[in-house]
């Protein structure tokens, strides 16, 4: 259970601690911050609300520690992720349990994020020994104009203390994606969960505690965005920013300084249907893109774009499809659960109105108790509807019918999004042709889009984001490169040639 067992040290009463100096700790400030059930509208749980003076504290922690971790042999790096891997997925049913009341994930969904995490991490220090065990070395002589008297060594180095700020719909999977590559790096880590999903964090966290990291290696703050939020990441002592979320990593960006940033910012991620493909197995994908997690993803199917010869063949497999979906209690595992807050589900309310009033084709009747929708499909959406270009993250999907392929893709690219799409068609060529002229970090061709698996490059271009994640493209970003340049008295060949002896060389030496 939650709280209890090996996790019992993490609860105080009814408020849960922070974690600072290989501690769990409770705030000066004396408050705390309350996380709301969406299934029941209820507190389910409360975290500290940790206030300035504790950030810088944990700072300075994170700095010194940092210095001694950068000295620890790779292998032992590895060993202690492996270790926290284990007890992490030993642990998921309490963690899981958290996903559940926190932001509603179904049980089985919930179960999955956590033993996927654990085999993230497993992954990230296996790759990361191979990739910081080599480094490169470079001869001057390649350059034109240059004798070989310089070898050049270089090496990747950590950055320092990396901020990791993870979302609220993968708070454990992807606070992980950010911990593991900094962690094996040679960082350290200040975590500042999301107020959804904090209590599942400080179980991940803890599990790494049970692992013997060093004290003051791994930090995880909690408190309000509105105090804590704008000092962390513009605290100089922060050396990179991981974020994922929505538009609020714009402002951190413009904020942040000259430190390297890792953004992920959310997506209207377009799915593409030419006259040729399976349809059977494009409905499939929309329903898993479009409504798994209640459409909560980043990577959700947003909008569809399907020609009009076969829109109505298209339409009527998906409702057939959405009709089987299961709506209810995350704890009964069903297909659509209530979205993570109030406000988000007014949020998702305004544009299906919007589109009410534009004139849209409701396939299903609207249907809302509280923070449960249930799921809706749109057909004939216009550009003019709003849920034809903002991103409602909830079960609500789009169709947009169009008469060419042109016209798919410039309503693709017109979005200030472009973090994924996906294109369905037997034709591979076009296929390729249609990938290469989306403007987005992935396109996925017959297949929704998705995250994964872990180790796959994953990035957004325009508003969705900066840089690139995935294990190996994580672990690169937070290290930069240490050059060693050996400078020799006289160019080097191969060994043994008559014109260049022993003795000369003693002599110049």
């Known amino acids: 259970m939650a709280g209890n067992g090996v996790f019992a040290e993490i609860l105080d009463g009814e408020v849960y601690k922070y974690y600072s100096e290989g501690e769990w700790k409770k705030s000066s400030s004396g408050k705390s911050v309350a996380i709301i059930n969406p299934t029941t509208r209820k507190t389910q749980y409360r975290v500290q609300a940790c206030n300035q003076e504790e950030v810088n504290q ?68 296996e790759e990361g020994v191979r990739l910081l065990g080599e480094g490169k070395f470079l001869v001057s002589d390649s350059f034109p104009g240059n004798e070989r008297t310089k070898y050049c060594l270089t090496s990747k180095i950590p950055l320092g203390v990396i901020l990791a700020i993870p979302p609220f719909n993968y708070p454990v999977n992807l606070a992980v994606s950010k911990i593991a590559p900094a962690l094996i790096a040679g960082n350290s880590i200040v975590l500042k969960p999301p107020t959804q999903g904090a209590v599942s964090a400080l179980h991940m966290v803890h599990c790494f505690h049970l692992a013997g990291f060093p004290k003051g290696l791994i930090s995880c703050v909690t408190g309000k965005g509105s105090e804590i939020g704008d000092f962390l990441t513009m605290h100089p002592g922060v050396d990179c920013i991981s974020f994922t979320g929505g538009d609020t990593g714009i402002a951190i960006s413009k904020k942040a300084g000259m430190i390297p940033l890792q953004m992920e910012l959310g997506g209207k991620d377009a799915c593409i ?60 595992d069903s297909d659509i659960t209530p979205v993570v807050t109030e406000s988000s589900a007014n949020f998702i309310e305004g544009l299906v109105m919007d589109a009410k009033e534009k004139g849209a084709t409701f396939c299903q009747e609207y249907r809302r108790e509280g923070n449960l929708i249930w799921p809706l499909l749109l057909d004939n959406i216009r550009p003019d509807m709003r849920i034809a270009w903002e991103e409602p993250f909830g079960p609500v999907l789009p169709v ?96 043994g040639t008559k014109s260049v002896s022993m003795r000369a060389i003693g002599s110049k030496l």
């Open 273 to 332: 249907v030419l006259e040729d493909a399976d349809l059977d197995l494009v409905a499939a994908n929309i329903i898993k893109g479009g409504f798994s997690y209640s459409g909560q993803r980043c990577t959700a199917v947003k909008v569809v774009l399907v020609m009009e010869s076969v829109a109505d063949a298209l339409v009527e497999k998906v409702n057939a499809r959405v009709a089987k979906l299961t709506v209810g209690a995350p704890e009964d």
């Open 58 to 125: 944990v700072m300075e922690i994170a700095k010194t520690a940092q210095k001694s971790w950068a000295k620890t042999p790779l292998w032992k790096r590895a060993e202690l992720l492996h270790k926290a891997a284990a007890i992490l997925k030993e642990h998921k049913a309490p963690i899981a349990e958290c996903l559940v009341k926190e932001i509603a994930k179904p049980a089985k969904d919930a179960v999955t994020e956590v033993v996927r995490s654990g085999d993230l991490v497993s992954y990230c220090a």
């Open 400 to 495: 947009i019918r169009i008469s060419s392929i042109e016209e798919g893709i410039h309503h693709c690219n017109a979005s200030n999004f472009g973090l994924q799409g996906c294109v369905f068609t037997k034709d591979i060529n076009k296929a390729i042709l249609i990938s290469d002229a989306m403007e987005t970090g992935t396109v996925q061709i017959n297949s929704a889009p998705a995250r994964g698996p872990d180790h796959f490059p994953f990035q957004g271009i325009k508003d969705s984001g900066i840089g690139s994640q995935g294990v190996t493209n994580s672990i690169n970003m937070m290290t930069k490169v240490k050059t060693t340049v050996i400078n020799l008295p006289t160019p080097s060949y191969t060994m």
